[in-house]
């Protein structure tokens, strides 16, 4: 008989670390490193020890419970920092899911041979400098000029933001050494979007993992008095951008239908009511789940920008942030989630992930699987993030049974 996670203590787990970072807008806002952050970690690395897992952390701020076994290591998990103004489920259901796993099988005595692990990776969400500042940190050292000269989302410098931790340049660094042989890593998730929902399945398999590209991006000008300035003589940097947004959205749209482009943020200068704007910077954040398209994106991307600054008198520049590629999961990863939920009698679909995740990092020395469970309405990164207990529950018992055979 199989065995089936504890779905009450499940919830229960979930319902306490939501709690930590709750903020006045009905969210969640968990930053890595942030004080509420360094709450919830105190908070895991209690359940991983009350769980009678070996407790690690590593010098990236990466947590870990493992179940001791002889040779590679199967690991599970996700990550438990959120954005701003965040749901209480994203990350989160990977790390709490695979803790919940590790506990069943530890409590039944499941026989095995491989060590278990569970992971919970600092900063996935990219509030610090880049994303997956863990996962990457776990694989291989960061770059340190990165490290020591970069800055948050928020404008401050990381340094300064590890002043107040336990953590450093160095031990951040260093942190791939501590890395074991991991033969496999799997990643529960809510899907981020409607597909399942609308066609009405309960685990999404995932097949590839989107990569992509983030710019920092500007349109410089000449700012003019807005009363006295002609149309046909201002250089208006912020109409620059509204024609390229334009234009590029229809050329991803037209010719890449499924890749996706988004201008997330706009900063306008100088940003007075009566001042043409002479700049704006601007994020740019495409995606794809083929390495050509994003390739052909960026060549037409820039191109796009050039002419739309040559005719409107502007200059364009852009500077890459950060940029992942494709990763395509292995069919024997899919294939036995597939004949798991058929044996489940769970309703699949075979998907791909437009989200990047800390799945699609330790790919580059690992096999990878990942499985989707419904949100409502396809709601993420939002007070709103919600989704059903027992879509939940299916989730993490495909997760169990995988764990459970790839261990042994």
């Given at each position: 008989?199989?065995?089936?996670?504890?779905?009450?203590?499940?919830?229960?787990?979930?319902?306490?670390?939501?709690?930590?970072?709750?903020?006045?807008?009905?969210?969640?806002?968990?930053?890595?490193?942030?004080?509420?952050?360094?709450?919830?970690?105190?908070?895991?690395?209690?359940?991983?020890?009350?769980?009678?897992?070996?407790?690690?952390?590593?010098?990236?701020?990466?947590?870990?419970?493992?179940?001791?076994?002889?040779?590679?290591?199967?690991?599970?998990?996700?990550?438990?920092?959120?954005?701003?103004?965040?749901?209480?489920?994203?990350?989160?259901?990977?790390?709490?899911?695979?803790?919940?796993?590790?506990?069943?099988?530890?409590?039944?005595g499941v026989e095995r041979i491989k060590p278990l692990e569970v992971?919970?990776?600092?900063?996935?969400?990219?509030?610090?400098?880049?994303?997956?500042?863990?996962?990457?940190?776990?694989?291989?050292?960061?770059?340190?000029?990165?490290?020591e000269t970069g800055k948050t989302q928020f404008g401050i410098p990381f340094a300064d933001i590890l002043k107040n931790t336990e953590f450093s340049i160095e031990s951040i660094i260093e942190a791939h050494k501590q890395r074991p042989d991991i033969e496999t890593f799997l990643e529960i998730h809510i899907e981020q979007g409607p597909v399942l929902e609308t066609e009405n399945k309960q685990i999404g398999i995932v097949e590839v993992i989107a990569g992509k590209k983030y710019w920092v991006c500007q349109f410089l000008g000449e700012a003019s008095h807005g009363g006295t300035t002609p149309f046909e003589l201002r250089h208006d940097a912020l109409l620059g951008l509204a024609d390229f947004a334009l234009k590029s959205t229809q050329y991803v749209a037209t010719h890449h239908y499924g890749s996706m482009l988004t201008i997330g943020r706009v900063q306008v200068h100088p940003g007075a009511f009566s001042i043409v704007p002479g700049e704006v910077d601007f994020s740019l954040d495409f995606r794809s789940t083929s390495k050509q398209t994003?390739?052909?994106?960026?060549?037409?991307?820039?191109?796009?920008?050039?002419?739309?600054?040559?005719?409107?008198?502007?200059?364009?520049?852009?500077?890459?942030?950060?940029?992942?590629?494709?990763?395509?999961?292995?069919?024997?990863?899919?294939?036995?989630?597939?004949d798991e939920c058929d044996r489940l009698g769970y309703e699949s679909v075979m998907l791909p992930s437009g989200a990047g995740h800390d799945a699609?990092?330790?790919?580059?020395?690992?096999?990878?699987?990942?499985?989707?469970?419904?949100?409502?309405?396809?709601?993420?990164?939002?007070?709103?993030?919600?989704?059903?207990?027992?879509?939940?529950?299916?989730?993490?018992?495909?997760?169990?049974?995988?764990?459970?055979?790839?261990?042994?």
């Open positions: 008989m199989d065995i089936r996670i504890n779905l009450d203590r499940l919830i229960k787990d979930i319902e306490e670390l939501g709690l930590v970072g709750r903020d006045s807008k009905g969210g969640i806002s968990r930053p890595s490193l942030s004080a509420a952050d360094l709450e919830a970690r105190e908070w895991l690395k209690d359940r991983i020890s009350d769980a009678g897992l070996q407790l690690r952390q590593d010098g990236a701020g990466n947590i870990f419970g493992r179940l001791e076994g002889t040779g590679k290591t199967i690991m599970a998990g996700s990550h438990i920092d959120t954005v701003i103004n965040g749901g209480m489920f994203d990350g989160s259901i990977g790390v709490l899911s695979a803790l919940e796993c590790l506990r069943r099988i530890q409590e039944e992971a919970a990776f600092t900063d996935e969400e990219g509030n610090l400098v880049g994303d997956y500042l863990g996962s990457r940190s776990f694989i291989a050292p960061p770059s340190r000029e990165l490290l994003l390739e052909d994106l960026e060549k037409t991307l820039v191109s796009l920008a050039n002419d739309v600054a040559s005719t409107r008198g502007l200059q364009f520049s852009s500077r890459v942030v950060d940029q992942v590629n494709p990763v395509f999961i292995p069919e024997t990863i899919t294939n036995l989630m597939k699609q990092i330790v790919a580059s020395v690992a096999d990878i699987g990942m499985i989707f469970i419904p949100c409502e309405d396809g709601i993420s990164h939002s007070p709103k993030e919600k989704i059903k207990w027992e879509d939940l529950d299916r989730g993490a018992n495909l997760l169990l049974q995988m764990l459970v055979k790839l261990s042994r």
